[in-house]
């Protein structure tokens, strides 16, 4: 038998056994890396605010992301292979759900052969399973991605907040919601059907615990109403009733978009929210999306003088569409002026001429405003990038 195939049995036997299937991630890593010949294998995760890569498994040190080769490998989900400190080669794997940037690996090797790199990626790919499998429920990964205290109003609203990125080849929607451990009544919501990408960006009124109730109850109301196949109407519909009905005082704004992805056609119903922005070829393109509002969700729905209005537009292929909150455009600079929307679409315009993922421009654009005005109130981001049509 090869050495090849000696690994391979190895893994596949460790994966064939169900007892494996409830060992801890450190005990996985070790067993799994002994099997493929690679040695000191470490995971990394990004912590909650994608600024640094913080040890998993292992014993090292906290990577920056901005400024290390394993942040490289992160930020572009690409492998970089580096000398090691005592001898060999190490090589930084990018950890991905899906579209999901969760962290890095580190694989120890004397040379990185083909077979090598081939168990070093399987590896990676059952790592990224395994983080994603048991993240929901494991407080060590939590804890060791959290960097401060989070408060109670910032702890409620992200038990409901989806993945910040999700995707397929065909499309990617991805989100950051800043200050990361103080957000009130911002929140985002984007799903994927076989058809259809569910976008959703929302701001409840308030910055307390009541902001954040409403913002929960709109996410489980659109929720409710999506999987039972309700149109963009009846969504809303849904929302303005759980609010009325539940929280009759408070009200909260956003978008929410149903993308066709064998088309492209993109509708929308804004509810008393900041249009969303249509980026093409690199530029903007501007009042692409701006229509007249509808009233706010919950009991100012009453001031509509008709039903909600939909509205459709049909994306080009590369298309990227920003939808956002006001603390993303009103925070002030550290000189007192406004960050401002021309500010803010500059930097998204610049990011996709300079060929930068959306998840990657989205992350550097929430650390400028973040460094730059402090952020004092919620500032929200969701952009969506459709790619191509379905085959």
């Known amino acids: 038998?090869?050495?090849?195939?000696?690994?391979?049995?190895?893994?596949?036997?460790?994966?064939?056994?169900?007892?494996?299937?409830?060992?801890?991630?450190?005990?996985?890593?070790?067993?799994?890396s002994k099997a493929l010949g690679l040695h000191d294998s470490v995971v990394y995760l990004t912590d909650l605010e994608q600024r640094l890569l913080v040890p998993l498994t292992g014993h090292g040190p906290e990577l920056d992301i901005d400024g290390s080769l394993a942040?490289?490998?992160?930020?572009?989900r690409s492998l970089?292979?580096?000398?090691?400190?005592?001898?060999?080669?190490?090589?930084?794997?990018?950890?991905?759900?899906?579209?999901e940037r969760l962290g890095v690996v580190g694989v120890l090797c004397p040379v990185l052969d083909p077979v090598l790199l081939r168990r070093a990626r399987a590896l990676a790919a059952l790592l990224a399973m395994m983080v994603t499998s048991k993240r929901a429920y494991k407080e060590t990964f939590v804890r060791r991605t959290h960097t401060e205290a989070m408060q109670l109003p910032a702890e409620l609203l992200r038990a409901f907040l989806p993945?910040?990125?999700?995707?397929?080849?065909?499309v990617v929607s991805t989100a950051v919601l800043e200050p990361a451990y103080e957000i009130a009544g911002d929140g985002f919501d984007h799903a994927l059907t076989a058809t259809t990408l569910h976008a959703s960006i929302l701001d409840a009124m308030g910055h307390d615990l009541a902001s954040v109730l409403?913002?929960?109850?709109?996410?489980?109301?659109?929720?409710?109403?999506?999987?039972?196949?309700?149109?963009?109407?009846?969504?809303?519909?849904?929302?303005?009733?759980?609010?009325?009905?539940?929280?009759?005082?408070?009200?909260?704004?956003?978008v929410l978009a149903q993308?066709?992805?064998a088309h492209g056609v993109l509708r929308w119903i804004n509810c008393g929210h900041p249009a969303p922005l249509l980026i093409r070829a690199g530029a903007l393109v501007p009042r692409a999306m701006e229509r007249e509002a509808d009233p706010p969700m919950g009991s100012l729905s009453a001031l509509a003088s008709g039903p909600r209005q939909v509205?459709?537009?049909?994306?080009?292929?590369?298309?990227?569409?920003?939808?956002?909150?006001d603390g993303a455009?009103?925070?002030?600079?550290?000189?007192?002026?406004?960050?401002?929307?021309?500010?803010?679409?500059?930097?998204?315009?610049?990011?996709?001429?300079?060929?930068?993922?959306?998840?990657?421009?989205?992350?550097?654009?929430?650390?400028?405003?973040?460094?730059?005005?402090?952020?004092?109130?919620?500032?929200?981001?969701l952009m969506f990038e459709w790619k191509e049509s379905q085959p």
Not at 1 to 28: Q, Y
Not at 242 to 250: G, K
Not at 311 to 325: A, F, K, P, S, W
Not at 332 to 345: C, I, K, S, Y
Request: glycine fraction near 8%; aromatic fraction near 6%.
């Open 1 to 32: 038998m090869t050495m090849s195939a000696s690994g391979e049995d190895l893994l596949a036997g460790f994966l064939a056994e169900p007892a494996n299937a409830a060992v801890d991630i450190t005990t996985a890593v070790e067993r799994c």
């Open 329 to 381: 455009t009103e925070s002030r600079m550290r000189n007192g002026t406004e960050f401002g929307l021309d500010r803010f679409v500059d930097y998204v315009v610049r990011a996709a001429a300079a060929g930068e993922v959306a998840p990657e421009a989205l992350r550097r654009l929430i650390h400028s405003l973040s460094e730059n005005t402090g952020l004092r109130d919620d500032a929200n981001i």
């Open 80 to 99: 970089r292979v580096e000398e090691a400190k005592v001898s060999g080669l190490k090589a930084w794997l990018p950890l991905v759900d899906g579209a």
């Open 259 to 261: 993308l066709d992805l």
């Open 214 to 254: 409403a913002a929960s109850v709109t996410l489980a109301a659109c929720r409710n109403a999506r999987r039972t196949g309700a149109d963009l109407p009846v969504l809303v519909d849904s929302v303005d009733e759980a609010l009325s009905r539940w929280l009759p005082e408070q009200f909260c704004t956003g």
């Open 71 to 76: 942040g490289w490998a992160c930020r572009t």
């Open 311 to 325: 509205q459709e537009i049909t994306l080009e292929r590369g298309d990227r569409v920003l939808m956002y909150t």
């Open 163 to 170: 993945p910040r990125t999700i995707g397929t080849p065909h």
